[in-house]
């Protein structure tokens, strides 16, 4: 456990960094700092392992005050993760990733084995190990980096911006492997952003930093798109925190519908389909491969060849049953039906829904929480 007491930093020239933080990052949780530039993210972080020391107020890690520890023990024993991945260019990954447990009087051997589970750990291959920074990609140094913070196996992981500098697609994949990571390992997170997509998606609590160092809110992602604490915290948070906010709603009571399917591979023959009715295209394994439209020739009873990939549209987003409402969602919309495809967890269909009932759910819940109990006053 992390906790901040009327934590302050004024550094000499006078800029208030932090002012009187309070805040408690549990054990075994992810927390993200999130804020617009220069509001005290990464100072915060920097006074959880001493690179910063508070000018007033208390810095706890596991109840200890850290001014009260040795600084290099406490940094070892302290992941920390940074943009850029901060690699040593000159050592191979192996070695990187081998450092701490080395300064940690490991010997040599098992620093490197330890440093090769790690490798596998965070995905990489093991031919990697031999490489220099540089010849690999941004995303894989990335991935380097957290494997290094693991390497003494440290119960509190600190990162700054860790995958701020990689394209969208490959900082969506970063994000996925450290929620991964996180449920094998339970390590205390505490994680630097100025995104808020990024802090919504990976943080069990985010706190949004304001100017002038100032804790704006610290609470659960679904309660901060719900109800935003302030002016500043709704504009940060932002436009589309609505519809944002189907990420954290379960779809249990989201009934699924039934529509008429036919096989790849297959005549139509057979096909229960009314005239104006989209077609579900299935393959052996009945895992959906994409529409047949009402208006396709393949549909004139003249024709009865087979059907083939080439007579479907592209389907939409697939729903996996059990998911959040958000996915159901982006299924019906995105699909050329209207009809959002649910398939179970092996990828089979298992019928479709609309947006409307996804927005109905959406209501029936609004107003099940703001209803009066029955037989309260009015
Ligand atoms: N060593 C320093 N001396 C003086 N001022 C500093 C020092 N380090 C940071 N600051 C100031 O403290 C404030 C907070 O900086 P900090 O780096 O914590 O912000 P941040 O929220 O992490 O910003 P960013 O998202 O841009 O990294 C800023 O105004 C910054 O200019």
Redesign the pocket.
């Known amino acids: 456990m992390i906790e901040f007491r009327s934590a302050t930093?004024r550094?000499?020239?006078g800029?208030v960094?932090?002012k009187e933080l309070d805040l408690t990052v549990e054990a075994g949780t992810i927390t993200v700092f999130v804020?617009?530039?220069?509001?005290?993210?990464?100072?915060?972080?920097?006074m959880v392992n001493r690179m910063?020391e508070p000018t007033s107020g208390t810095v706890l890690v596991d109840g200890a005050d850290v001014m009260a520890s040795n600084p290099a023990r406490l940094r070892r024993s302290i992941g920390y993760v940074i943009q850029h991945a901060g690699l040593f260019p000159h050592r191979s990954v192996l070695d990187n990733v081998a450092t701490v447990p080395l300064l940690s009087g490991w010997t040599r051997r098992r620093a490197r084995s330890r440093a090769a589970e790690l490798l596998e750990l965070v995905g990489l291959a093991p031919e990697l190990g031999s490489r220099y920074p540089a010849q690999l990609s941004g995303g894989q140094q990335q991935r380097v980096g957290v494997a290094r913070a693991l390497a003494a196996d440290p119960p509190v992981l600190l990162m700054?911006?860790p995958f701020s500098a990689v394209d969208p697609v490959v900082r969506e994949g970063l994000q996925d492997e450290l929620l991964r990571l996180q449920n094998d390992l339970d390590k205390t997170v505490v994680f630097?952003t100025?995104d808020i997509d990024e802090a919504v998606r990976i943080g069990e609590r985010v706190a949004v930093?304001a100017d002038g160092?100032r804790l704006a809110q610290y609470v659960p992602p679904a309660e901060l798109l719900a109800a935003p604490a302030d002016d500043f915290v709704a504009d940060f948070v932002g436009r589309d925190r609505g519809y944002r906010g189907l990420s954290f709603l379960d779809a249990g009571a989201l009934s699924v519908g039934d529509v008429p399917t036919a096989d790849v591979g297959a005549t139509l023959t057979g096909v229960a389909a009314g005239p104006g009715e989209w077609v579900l295209a299935l393959d052996a394994e009945r895992r959906p491969r994409g529409w047949l439209a009402p208006d396709s020739a393949l549909r004139s009873a003249a024709v009865s060849r087979p059907l083939a990939e080439s007579d479907l549209l592209a389907g939409g987003s697939l729903y996996t049953r059990g998911t959040a409402l958000r996915g159901a969602l982006d299924a019906a919309l995105s699909a050329p039906s209207g009809l959002g495809v649910v398939i179970d967890e092996t990828g089979r269909h298992l019928g479709v829904v609309t947006a409307g009932q996804v927005l109905d759910l959406v209501e029936r819940r609004r107003a099940t929480r703001h209803d009066p109990e029955p037989g309260a006053e009015r």
């Open positions: 930093k550094f000499a020239d800029t960094a932090v804020g617009p530039s220069g509001c005290g993210k990464t100072t915060s972080l920097r910063v700054d911006e630097v100025h930093f160092g």
